[in-house]
């Protein structure tokens, strides 16, 4: 049984269950600008939390991979990811020099989350079409990881031909972007964590977590952590929350994945606006209530399974307020 200061003999899983509970919780930033998003991580950071995450567009769409490098020299030890970067709009080569200057800036802070994106988006803004979105973000790991972690790539796969070196290594964590049970699986073989954004937590213990440790297992490697993305609303105003639980149901259900997402998780109707089946699926996605129901709901993620936290602030009535109450819950655990 290896001793609790021995991490390098322990998984992903139980190195990660080793540490306080606050550094498993992390917050997303959300912002109008650069400049925004920046005073959000330092206030982040002031706050006491551990953890901040951006998005593609968490920024006015500027790019986060910048904003984060411009972040890492504003701060001192918070850590900073991306929840994702589509792998379809930089190649593997470019991915990783960004990301080797964000190590560079802040060594051992940077978490690189990718994933296949939404394809309708890709197509219509970008013009690229998405053929076979998982065994492309595959190889893109493979190609990432040899640059970044081996300073060396010679890869010939369907998708990527590529010869390079680095003269120099960063062994930044690549995790991917996981909804469907075959993202789960492919987190499970080739990545260093599972990025589940707005996956109901039944589905996530009773059908992804299995899934992920079945791909580990098949590849003879610890099963990485699993950080579930989760809305929370810091309001006893039930009737306010579950109109901004609807609106959010219904919105990331356009985008096709998720509505896929929740029929496998056994929520389809809730898609079709059934009103029993939305009150289950917000019960099962959202936590809400007051700080002290919050806090407990989140006690009791952390010991369900789950490995980490993202959480994303759903704001109710007052926005700076509520912002500031979920950075002080964080940072409190």
Request: glycine content about 6%.
């Amino acid at each position: 049984m290896p001793q609790k200061d021995d991490l390098s003999q322990q998984s992903p899983v139980d190195a990660v269950r080793e540490r306080s509970l606050a550094s498993r919780v992390g917050v997303y930033i959300q912002a109008r600008d650069t400049a925004e998003a920046i005073l959000r991580i330092c206030e982040a950071e002031h706050t006491g939390v551990q953890q901040a995450w951006m998005a593609m567009g968490g920024a006015g769409f500027a790019d986060i991979l910048t904003v984060l490098a411009v972040a890492a020299t504003r701060t001192e030890k918070i850590k900073l990811g991306t929840a994702i970067v589509p792998a379809a709009t930089r190649h593997p080569l470019v991915m990783a020099q960004q990301a080797l200057a964000v190590h560079d800036l802040a060594p051992e802070r940077l978490r690189l989350g990718i994933g296949s994106g939404n394809p309708l988006f890709l197509e219509n803004r970008y013009g690229l079409p998405q053929r076979a979105p998982l065994s492309y973000l595959k190889e893109y790991l493979e190609v990432l990881r040899g640059v970044l972690w081996e300073g060396r790539i010679d890869y010939q796969g369907e998708f990527f031909q590529v010869a390079d070196t680095l003269p120099r290594t960063a062994p930044v964590p690549l995790l991917v972007s996981t909804l469907g049970l075959k993202a789960f699986r492919l987190a499970g073989e080739i990545a260093d964590g599972a990025l589940a954004s707005l996956c109901p937590v039944p589905y996530l213990l009773d059908q992804a977590l299995p899934a992920l440790r079945a791909g580990a297992e098949e590849k003879s490697r610890p099963a990485p952590p699993v950080i579930a993305c989760l809305p929370v609303a810091i309001s006893q105003d039930e009737a306010a929350v579950s109109v901004a639980v609807r609106r959010l149901i219904q919105q990331v259900a356009q985008a096709g994945a998720h509505a896929r997402m929740f029929a496998q998780a056994g929520w389809a109707s809730a898609v079709h606006g059934d009103e029993a089946a939305l009150h289950a699926l917000a019960q099962a996605l959202v936590i809400s209530g007051n700080e002290v129901t919050v806090r407990e709901r989140v006690h009791e993620l952390l010991a369900s399974g789950l490995d980490e936290l993202l959480l994303l602030a759903m704001p109710i009535v007052d926005e700076a307020m509520e912002r500031k109450q979920l950075l002080h819950l964080i940072s409190s655990l």
